[in-house]
T-cell receptor
Framework: DQQVKQNSPSLSVQEGRISILNCDYT??????FLWYKKYPAEGPTFLISISSIKDKNEDGRFTVFLNKSAKHLSLHIVPSQPGDSAVYFC?????????????FGKGTRLHILP | KAGVTQTPRYLIKTRGQQVTLSCSPISGHRSVSWYQQTPGQGLQFLFE???????NKGNFPGRFSGRQFSNSRSEMNVSTLELGDSALYLC?????????????FGQGTRLTVV
């Protein structure tokens, strides 16, 4: 049973446009969410996170939106740049339960087209 | 400061053999987690160690085991290798166990079982 779902395996976006990556979760106990970015031959790197007490967190070109009622979060990249081409992993955990593991989605491969 | 170091980077083994992978976390980080990444399956959690104690374990068979040393370095062992164990194995380190602590990943060890 996948608790964190990224239903789009890949996404192509024109350079300069907005990239929107989606993530759904099933466990209502999750209260902390993270996005990681992974280039080929490298380990994932932390991008941005959001706690369930917020519905939006912004860091430069990256914004994460959280809709708790829909158990949905999304990552917006504006404007998209060629270096954004990578695999993006959504992850979730229970912030208050320090013994809980972080659950990752399967990832979405983003292609930024010139 | 140095990042997470995983050795070796690449490994080829035959079915039935066993393998040991190594991970050196970022200095000062006491939590080390291991993940398996296969195409289409995203990052699957293997186990997490904190202060030499296994704090959490994913849904993998007993052939997968690990340990953490007093200097926080961790090893992962897979015995009786199967073809399906071919994957990228990623190690992540963080200051503390779960919660809001972001994990920093190594480059991974690419294991191929033939």
């Amino acid at each position: 049973d996948q608790q964190v779902k990224q239903n789009s395996p890949s996404l192509s976006v024109q350079e300069g446009r907005i990239s929107i990556l989606n993530c759904d979760y099933t466990n209502s106990m999750f209260d902390y969410f993270l996005w990681y970015k992974k280039y080929p031959a490298e380990g994932p790197t932390f991008l941005i996170s959001i706690s369930s007490i917020k519905d939006k967190n912004e860091d430069g070109r990256f914004t994460v939106f959280l809709n708790k009622s829909a158990k949905h979060l999304s990552l917006h990249i504006v404007p998209s740049q060629p270096g954004d081409s990578a695999v993006y992993f959504c992850a979730a955990s229970v912030e208050m339960n320090r013994d809980d593991k972080i659950i990752f989605g399967k990832g979405t491969r983003l292609h930024i087209l010139p | 400061k140095a990042g997470v170091t995983q050795t070796p980077r690449y490994l080829i083994k035959t079915r039935g053999q066993q393998v040991t992978l190594s991970c050196s976390p970022i200095s000062g980080h006491r939590s080390v987690s291991w993940y398996q990444q296969t195409p289409g399956q995203g990052l699957q959690f293997l186990f997490e160690y904190f202060s030499e104690t296994q704090r959490n374990k994913g849904n993998f068979p007993g052939r997968f085991s690990g340990r953490q040393f007093s200097n926080s370095r961790s090893e992962m062992n897979v015995s009786t290798l199967e073809l399906g164990d071919s994957a990228l194995y990623l190690c992540a380190s963080s200051l503390a166990v779960r919660g809001t602590t972001e994990a920093f990943f190594g480059q991974g060890t690419r294991l191929t079982v033939v």
